[in-house]
């Protein structure tokens, strides 16, 4: 079912902050627009490495800014699939609850979400733009 981990990001309550962290004290570049409220933090050897506003990913999993309570600070991770319905329904049919019926995110990606056995957010995703590493 899991072709490869997408990507990872840290879900975060102040983005100014947490920009400035990995850009300022960590020294790595950062594509970030003010206001916004996903980042990316450019690592070496590391497909997708994100920075997510709390509110975002509340909005993003339960449709509802109002649920950031549910969503868990500290970082998320996503495991890329060959189809998103499928690996839902296999995730399901193991006994694992999704948080997140599967949908077309806003920028084109498949998602569906679940939380791990610690309570962290995860995702499996569709992403063919992304399934090569970069040279």
């Keep these: 079912m899991i072709r490869h981990l ?8 102040d983005m100014t902050a947490a920009v400035a962290f990995y850009r ?7 594509e970030y627009e003010e206001g916004s409220r996903y980042g990316l933090v450019l690592v070496p050897g590391v497909i997708h490495f994100g ?3 709390r509110a975002a990913a509340a909005i993003a999993t339960f449709g509802d800014e ?6 868990p600070l ?9 189809e ?13 609850p999704m948080a997140q019926s599967p949908k077309t995110e806003p920028w084109g990606q498949k998602t569906s979400r679940f939380f791990s056995t610690s309570g962290a957010l995860c995702e499996i995703s569709d992403t063919p733009a992304a399934r090569r590493l970069k040279d």
């Design 24 to 30: 300022d004290v960590l020294g790595l570049a950062v």
């Design 6 to 13: 997408a990507g990872i990001a840290e879900v975060v309550e």
């Design 66 to 71: 109002a649920q950031v309570d549910r969503i």
């Design 84 to 96: 998103v319905q499928a690996g839902s329904n296999e995730i399901e049919s193991n006994g694992w």
């Design 51 to 53: 920075l997510w506003s």
């Design 74 to 82: 500290g970082f998320t991770v996503g495991f890329e699939v060959d």
